[in-house]
Nanobody, 118 residues
């Protein structure tokens, strides 16, 4: 059973930084995408960033390009999202997700709240 454990959210001021972590376990396939979605109050969930397990290709939503960086530590089976230059618009619950089709992840972790205060 695939399990995703997200952590690292919190309250930060505009321009600040946070790093989210997603500890993953239980994958039986070596070909999948893993990353982050977010959902702000009153808005639809959106994909933020992901990376592929096989070749490490990355994807970023236009709204976070140049500010967020996704990375992984394979020894720890953990994926990170380094978020710099945070804006109030980044306030959301962030979810770690994974699956063979990034547009429709098969697995979800619990959300972690990121609040950016102005």
């Amino acid at each position: 059973e695939v399990q995703l454990q997200a952590s690292g959210g919190g309250l930060v001021q505009v321009g600040g930084s946070l790093r989210l972590s997603c500890a993953a376990s239980g994958f039986t396939s070596d070909e999948y995408a893993i990353g982050w979605f977010r959902q702000a109050p009153g808005k639809e969930r959106e994909g933020v960033s992901c990376m592929t397990s096989r070749d490490g290709m990355t994807y970023y939503a236009d709204s976070v390009k140049g500010r967020f960086t996704i990375s992984s530590d394979n020894a720890k089976n953990t994926v990170y999202l380094q978020m710099n230059g945070l804006k109030p618009a980044d306030t959301a619950v962030y979810y770690c997700a994974a699956g063979t089709d990034w547009k429709r992840p098969d697995y979800w972790g619990q959300g972690t709240l990121v609040t950016v205060s102005s």
